[in-house]
C-alpha cells in the first residue's frame, strides 16, 4: 500500500525560527512535491523534485528552501518563520510518467507564532 | 498560462440525490485532469483521472466524472449521494505539452451532503 508519511501532525513555531518538515515515502518514487493549503487558494506548489539532489521552484518559493538528500525523503526547511507562513503544508509523491497522480501524506499544520 | 477553476465555494445537496461538484480548465496543449478529494484533519486522496479515451471516467467511492473538451469541463458526479462524502473537493490539471510533472490545483470545492 502506498505510503507518504510527514513528520508532524501540528507543530508551533515562533517568528524566527528555523523549521524543518520532513517528509518519507516508500514507494520508490523520483517526483516528490512540497504544498502549502490555505481556505480559498486551493494547493500552492511550493517546490518539487524530480530526483535525488535535484530541485525546481514551484508558484511560491520565496521564504523555503528545500533537501532531497535521499530518493524516499524529501525536506522543506523555513530559514526563519514569518507568521505569513502559518499554514497546512502537504507533501506529496508520484512516479515518473506525467499521466500518474500524486500520492499525498496527512499534512503538517504548522503554526507560526 | 494554465489554470483550473471550480466555481461553487460549496455545494449542498440531500442524501440519495445526485450530485455534480464543477471544474473548468485552461491549458495550451490535452490536459491530464485529476480529482482528489479531502476529508477533515486528513491529506488528499486520489478519486480519479481522464488521460484520454472515454469521456466518461469512474472512480472511488462510486464517483465519476465528464471530460468536455468543447466546453474545456471535468465536473465530478455521483448519482446518488452520501452523508459520508461530505468533504472537500479538488479538480487538477496537467498540461501534456508541459513536460514537467506539476498539477495545477483549483480552490476547492465544500461539498455538505445533509441527511
Known amino acids: 500500500d502506498v505510503k507518504v508519511t510527514q513528520s508532524s501532525r501540528y507543530l508551533v513555531k515562533r517568528t524566527g525560527e528555523k523549521v524543518f518538515l520532513e517528509c518519507v515515502q516508500d514507494m520508490d518514487h523520483e517526483n516528490m512535491f512540497w504544498y502549502r493549503q490555505d481556505p480559498g487558494l486551493g494547493l500552492r506548489l511550493i517546490y518539487f523534485s524530480y530526483d535525488v539532489k535535484m530541485k525546481e521552484k514551484g508558484d511560491i518559493p520565496e521564504g523555503y528552501s528545500v533537501s532531497r538528500e535521499k530518493k524516499e525523503r524529501f525536506s522543506l526547511i523555513l530559514e526563519s518563520a514569518s507568521t505569513n507562513q502559518t499554514s497546512m503544508y502537504l507533501c506529496a509523491s508520484a512516479p515518473k510518467a506525467s499521466y500518474n497522480e500524486q500520492f499525498f501524506g496527512p499534512g503538517t499544520r504548522l503554526t507560526v507564532l | 498560462a494554465q489554470s483550473v477553476a471550480q466555481p461553487e465555494d460549496q455545494v449542498n445537496v440531500a442524501e440519495g440525490n445526485p450530485l455534480t461538484v464543477k471544474c473548468t480548465y485552461s491549458?495550451?496543449?490535452?490536459?491530464?485532469l485529476f480529482w482528489y478529494v479531502q476529508y477533515p484533519n486528513r491529506g488528499l486522496q486520489f478519486l480519479l483521472k481522464?488521460?484520454?479515451?472515454?469521456?466518461l471516467v469512474k472512480g472511488s467511492y462510486g464517483f465519476e466524472a465528464e471530460f468536455n473538451k468543447s466546453q474545456t469541463s471535468f465536473h465530478l458526479k455521483k448519482p446518488s449521494a452520501l452523508v459520508s462524502d461530505s468533504a472537500l473537493y479538488f479538480c487538477?490539471?496537467?498540461?501534456?505539452?508541459?513536460?514537467?510533472?506539476?498539477?495545477?490545483f483549483g480552490s476547492g470545492t465544500r461539498l455538505l451532503v445533509r441527511p
Open positions: 487538477a490539471v496537467r498540461d501534456m505539452v508541459d513536460s514537467s510533472y506539476k498539477l495545477i
Open positions: 491549458v495550451s496543449g490535452n490536459p491530464y
Open positions: 481522464y488521460i484520454t479515451g472515454d469521456n
